[in-house]
Nanobody, 122 residues
């Protein structure tokens, strides 16, 4: 069993930066791939970024490439999402998730956090 808790969301102006954190409980954290998804009001939850168990392989949605960076620290049971050059369209609830399989599929992920709100003002 893995429990995930996100933090670091908030209100930021367009062009600003935020860093989200997701801390996990459970001894098997390092064996899972970790992903970040987001869901804006009235929209489907969408893939943002993922990192493999070692931190050596990452994937990003085209909409965030070059602006967001995912990383993990297995010693701290934490995954991060550094977000730069934020845009109003990045406004959403951001969720972290743990699982194994195809990184961009929601069905890959077994465990989900409760989400943290990110709001980008124009």
């Amino acid at each position: 069993q893995v429990q995930l808790v996100e933090s670091g969301g908030g209100l930021v102006q367009a062009g600003g930066s935020l860093r989200l954190s997701c801390t996990a409980s459970g001894r098997t954290f390092s064996s899972y791939a970790l992903g970040w998804f987001r869901q804006a009001p009235g929209k489907e939850r969408e893939f943002v970024a993922a990192v493999d168990w070692s931190g050596g392989l990452t994937e990003y949605a085209d909409s965030v490439k070059g602006r967001f960076t995912i990383s993990r620290d297995n010693a701290k049971n934490t995954v991060y999402l550094s977000m730069n050059s934020l845009k109003p369209e990045d406004t959403a609830v951001y969720y972290c998730a743990a699982g194994s399989g195809h990184y961009q599929l929601k069905s890959t992920y077994t465990y989900w956090g409760q989400g943290t709100q990110v709001t980008v003002s124009s």
